[in-house]
């Protein structure tokens, strides 16, 4: 069992930056892909990035290239998600979440969210 407790979120300007935490208990978090996802009113929910059990390996969709980071401090069952270059259309409740890496796509752990809004 993990729990995750996502924090960070809050409300920004257009251009600015935000840096996401995910706190996870147990003693094997380094043992999981974790991911950050987000929905935004009236969207379903969509992923916007993943990193490896070890770091080394990480993926982003494409609204999130170029502009945001996930990073993991598996020492603190930390994961992280750096966003820069803020845009109005990144508005949306923000989860990290975990899986097994043998299982691509299936998340079995998630937190209860983080609201990120940003202003025009």
């Known amino acids: 069992q993990v729990q995750l407790v996502e924090s960070g979120g809050g409300l920004v300007q257009a251009g600015g930056s935000l840096r996401l935490s995910c706190a996870a208990s147990?003693?094997?978090?380094?043992?999981?892909?974790m991911g950050w996802f987000r929905q935004a009113p009236g969207k379903e929910r969509e992923f916007v990035a993943r990193?490896?059990?070890?770091?080394?390996?990480?993926a982003y969709a494409d609204p999130a290239k170029g502009r945001f980071t996930i990073s993991r401090d598996n020492a603190k069952n930390t994961v992280y998600l750096q966003m820069n270059s803020l845009k109005p259309e990144d508005t949306a409740v923000y989860y990290c979440?975990?899986?097994?890496?043998?299982?691509?796509?299936?998340?079995?752990?998630w937190g209860q969210g983080t609201q990120v809004s940003v202003s025009s």
């Open positions: 979440a975990a899986r097994t890496p043998g299982a691509p796509g299936k998340y079995d752990y």
């Open positions: 990193i490896s059990t070890i770091g080394g390996d990480t």
């Open positions: 147990g003693r094997t978090f380094s043992t999981y892909v």
